[in-house]
């Protein structure tokens, strides 16, 4: 009898098997779609890695709930999410986004435009091909033993040298339900990936929208800061401290030799992609204004980026010196995200510190001439 069993779900397997290995690409697709455009309401636990083509890694955990909204068009969703080891939560509800710190009951809030959501920490724990479909290319399709996989291929970009652009999804064969997604490119000869591995995946009716209840916010104090200050309240009218720096052509670059002079520090890395579209703007003010006394200097902080970086520059027709900062003058200036622009007036006073750039740094530097 058990031989017979055995006999009957072997076969059962086998056709499920042949059943599943002719699913074309087009078919999970379809399926996959249909799976996530059924979700209102997602929890789940997640593992993020990033590997930078400059060899550094990130290993990041947390968790992470959303809500689908129709009605916001610039991600489609609501989110409330917490990176492990980092205080502050942080809630979107459509139109701003919040960063709640439970244990010093306090929160501050900012409109969508002024803190892109998903570079938070928290929103950095976002999943968006759970709830998003982003891709309008027909993937190839593999499979292993629980997952159909989805790998997305994009063109190259030759101007930045980035190559072999693809992002993997793993597809579970029950659900049709993202497990893992995978991004990876190349820049510049060096492989960057970031990996998504997703766990204890809740939907709809199992998940509380208790975390979209901002009412307990009403007995929390609101955190204000100055427009443009934030994190650098401290820093804005004090004196600049003296940093002696190596340039990408072996010169130094001290600061307190460029007094008298407005400075203007721009802290980028190869792999960020805002700081290099960016730089055209910068290469602008440095020709406008270099004339009235402008100085501007990139700075890198990953030494071993250096020969990869003075070719980005020669592509972008950059003529502005660069040099290799150190931890020590990035954690002096809270450069806790980049591109980071600090501009220093003729006296040494530092004036205006923005992370991303904005035409607020031309407003700034004209009020200086």
Same mark, same amino acid.
């Given at each position: 009898?058990?031989?017979?069993?055995?006999?009957?779900?072997?076969?059962?397997?086998?056709?499920?098997?042949?059943?599943?290995?002719?699913?074309?690409?087009?078919?999970?697709?379809?399926?996959?779609?249909?799976?996530?455009?059924?979700?209102?309401?997602?929890?789940?636990?997640?593992?993020?890695?990033?590997?930078?083509?400059?060899?550094?890694?990130?290993?990041?955990?947390?968790?992470?709930?959303?809500?689908? !909204?129709?009605?916001? +068009?610039?991600?489609?969703?609501?989110?409330? /999410? #917490?990176?492990? &080891? =980092?205080?502050?939560?942080?809630?979107?509800?459509?139109?701003?986004?919040?960063?709640?710190?439970?244990?010093?009951?306090?929160?501050?809030?900012?409109?969508?435009?002024?803190?892109?959501?998903?570079?938070?920490?928290?929103?950095?724990?976002?999943?968006?091909?759970?709830?998003?479909?982003?891709?309008?290319?027909?993937?190839?399709?593999?499979?292993?033993?629980?997952?159909?996989?989805?790998?997305?291929?994009?063109?190259?970009?030759?101007?930045?040298?980035?190559?072999?652009?693809?992002?993997?999804?793993?597809?579970?064969?029950?659900?049709?339900?993202?497990?893992?997604?995978?991004?990876?490119?190349?820049?510049?000869? !060096?492989?960057?990936? +970031?990996?998504?591995?997703?766990?204890?995946? /809740? #939907?709809?009716? &199992? =998940?509380?929208?208790?975390?979209?209840?901002?009412?307990?916010?009403?007995?929390?104090?609101?955190?204000?800061?100055?427009?443009?200050?934030?994190?650098?309240?401290?820093?804005?009218?004090?004196?600049?401290?003296?940093?002696?720096?190596?340039?990408?052509?072996?010169?130094?670059?001290?600061?307190?030799?460029?007094?008298?002079?407005?400075?203007?520090?721009?802290?980028?890395?190869?792999?960020?992609?805002?700081?290099?579209?960016?730089?055209?703007?910068?290469?602008?003010?440095?020709?406008?204004?270099?004339?009235?006394?402008?100085?501007?200097?990139?700075?890198?902080?990953?030494?071993?980026?250096?020969?990869?970086?003075?070719?980005?520059?020669?592509?972008?027709?950059?003529?502005?010196?660069? /040099?290799?900062?150190?931890?020590?003058?990035?954690?002096?200036?809270?450069?806790?995200?980049?591109?980071?622009?600090?501009?220093?007036?003729?006296?040494?006073?530092?004036?205006?510190?923005?992370?991303?750039?904005?035409?607020?740094?031309?407003?700034?530097?004209?009020?200086?001439?």
């Amino acid at each position: 009898m058990r031989s017979l069993e055995f006999l009957i779900f072997a076969v059962i397997a086998t056709v499920l098997s042949n059943c599943d290995s002719h699913r074309t690409a087009s078919d999970v697709v379809a399926e996959y779609h249909e799976a996530i455009s059924e979700i209102e309401l997602a929890s789940y636990q997640v593992h993020r890695i990033d590997t930078f083509a400059s060899g550094a890694v990130w290993n990041r955990r947390g968790e992470a709930i959303m809500k689908r !909204d129709g009605a916001d +068009t610039k991600l489609g969703f609501q989110l409330h /999410a #917490v990176q492990d &080891s =980092v205080p502050s939560e942080v809630h979107y509800d459509g139109s701003k986004l919040f960063l709640i710190n439970k244990s010093k009951r306090s929160y501050e809030y900012f409109q969508f435009a002024d803190m892109p959501v998903l570079y938070t920490p928290g929103g950095q724990m976002i999943v968006e091909d759970l709830m998003i479909v982003k891709d309008t290319i027909i993937p190839t399709l593999s499979q292993d033993e629980k997952n159909f996989i989805l790998t997305y291929s994009y063109p190259d970009r030759v101007e930045d040298e980035v190559t072999r652009i693809h992002k993997k999804i793993y597809v579970d064969r029950q659900t049709y339900l993202p497990k893992r997604v995978e991004s990876r490119r190349t820049i510049m000869g !060096d492989k960057q990936v +970031t990996i998504w591995a997703i766990d204890g995946l /809740a #939907v709809n009716s &199992s =998940v509380s929208q208790a975390f979209f209840d901002l009412e307990y916010l009403s007995e929390y104090a609101v955190i204000t800061r100055p427009n443009d200050v934030n994190l650098h309240e401290s820093l804005i009218q004090s004196e600049i401290e003296d940093y002696s720096l190596t340039t990408f052509d072996q010169q130094v670059f001290r600061i307190s030799s460029k007094l008298g002079n407005i400075l203007l520090l721009d802290f980028w890395e190869i792999w960020c992609g805002p700081c290099l579209s960016s730089m055209p703007n910068v290469q602008r003010l440095h020709e406008d204004y270099e004339a009235s006394g402008l100085q501007v200097l990139g700075i890198i902080t990953e030494a071993n980026s250096v020969e990869k970086a003075k070719r980005i520059l020669s592509r972008k027709g950059v003529t502005y010196p660069n /040099a290799i900062g150190s931890k020590d003058l990035a954690n002096y200036l809270k450069v806790t995200g980049i591109p980071q622009y600090v501009l220093v007036d003729r006296e040494g006073t530092i004036v205006y510190i923005s992370q991303g750039f904005s035409d607020s740094i031309e407003v700034k530097l004209k009020e200086l001439l």
